[in-house]
Structures are given as C-alpha cells and as structure tokens.
C-alpha cells in the first residue's frame, strides 16, 4: 500500500536560517512525488514535483526538495526562511502509472518561522 | 482563468439534511478529484473523474455520490448527512497523468459542519 510519512507535527526556524521539512514515502514501482502549502482558510497551492530526473528539484518561492530512492525520502528545503513561508506543508505521492491518479497525502507539517 | 473553483465556502447542516458541492475548472482537465481533510490529518480521497460522465470511488466515497455531466463541472453530493461528515472539503483537476500534465491543483475548499 502507498503512504507517506511526514515525522514532525510542527518545525520552528528563525527567520533567515534554512529549514528542512522532513517527508518519507512507500509506494510499489517508482514514485511521483509532490509538495502543496495550505495557507488558514485557503486551498493547497502547488509548490514542487519530482518525476524522474535530477534528484534535487526547485520549485514556487525558493523552495527545493530531494530525492533519495535509497531513503524514500523527499524532503522539502529552503536556504533562508522567511516569515511568510509560515504555513501547512503537505508531502503527496502517488505510483507510477495507474489510472486513478489520486494523491496519498501526509498529515502535514505546520511550518513556524518567526521574526 | 479562474482556475478551481468551489462553492458554498462555508454550509451547516442538520442531521438528515442534504447538499451539493459545488465545484468547476475551466482549464479543460480531463481528470478531478474530490478530497476531504480531517483536522490533523491528511487529504483522503472521496471520488474521481477521469472524464465526462465516468466516475469512479476514492478511499472514502460512503454517504456520497458524484457525477460528471460536463468536463467542468464535478458536483458532489451528500445525502443524509452525518456529524462524522464535518470536515473541510477540496476538488481538485489535472489535466492527465503524466508528461508533465499530472499536476493537482486544487479549489479554495468548503468548510461543512453537520450539527
């Protein structure tokens, strides 16, 4: 059965350091993995994708994430945190091929950067 | 365009009462998504679409139903609804699953409370 794994309930990070949201999957075959932010009373918004290819990805507002096949991991990095980047992130994953499409969601991380 | 969009935004309900969902994309996405988030937990799967009038259940599709008239429009439908329906509620579309197109994006949500 897929599942992802998101380990911390919550990461505080002072304003301006980097900050790692931390994020492991299990899925048959190879993965689509996916990063959303949820802003309070909002939808998630797309942040960053890993498909296949290089292993480290950018995407939406300075974040980047890794992928590590030998860890199933998919961690979500930023260099220097801002106070805005204060939000819900959502690790996602879904296999490869299939046709539903549907994403299998962590329960979220709440990210805390304060001034 | 507007993208997803969801309505009511915010609905109570009695016990017993009945609702629609409303939810629409004008990015002409073959495939949408109904999901509802728990507090604390992650998005879990209702129903999906691959295409006009072709639906199919999700992970939780008990006490509701769908259609898909149009490529738009993906309503959903709670029939006598329950307290353990309250939960906050997300359609999202994409356009395929893969080559690029297997990106989410998801509508601002409906809030549903079932007193």
């Known amino acids: 059965a897929q599942s992802v794994a998101q380990p911390e309930d919550q990461v505080n990070v002072a304003e301006g350091n980097p900050l790692t949201v931390k994020c492991t999957y299990s899925?048959?075959?190879?993965?689509?993995l996916f990063w959303y932010v949820q802003y309070p009373n909002r939808g998630l918004q797309f942040l960053l994708k890993y498909i296949t290819g290089d292993n480290l990805v950018k995407g939406s507002y300075g974040f980047e994430a890794e992928f590590n096949k030998s860890q199933t991991s998919f961690h979500l990095k930023k260099p220097s945190a801002l106070v805005s980047d204060s939000a819900l992130y959502f690790c996602?994953?879904?296999?490869?091929?299939?046709?539903?499409?549907?994403?299998?969601f962590g329960k979220g991380t709440k990210l805390s950067v304060k001034p | 365009n507007a993208g997803v969009t969801q309505t009511p935004k915010f609905r109570i309900l009695k016990i017993g009462q009945s609702m629609t969902l409303q939810c629409a994309q004008d990015?002409?996405?073959?495939?949408m998504y109904w999901y509802r988030q728990d507090p604390g937990m992650g998005l879990k799967l209702i129903y999906y679409?691959?295409?006009?009038?072709?639906?199919d259940k999700g992970e939780v599709p008990n006490g509701y139903n769908v259609s898909r008239s149009t490529t738009e429009d993906f309503p959903l439908r709670l029939e006598l609804a329950a307290p353990s329906q309250t939960s906050v509620y997300f359609c999202?579309?994409?356009?395929?699953?893969?080559?690029?197109?297997?990106?989410?994006?998801f509508g601002p949500g409906t809030r549903l409370l079932v007193l």
């Open positions: 999202a579309s994409s356009f395929g699953l893969a080559g690029g197109k297997e990106t989410q994006y």
């Open positions: 679409s691959v295409g006009a009038g072709i639906t």
């Open positions: 899925v048959s075959g190879n993965p689509y």
């Open positions: 990015m002409n996405h073959n495939y």
């Open positions: 996602a994953v879904r296999a490869y091929g299939g046709s539903q499409g549907n994403l299998i």
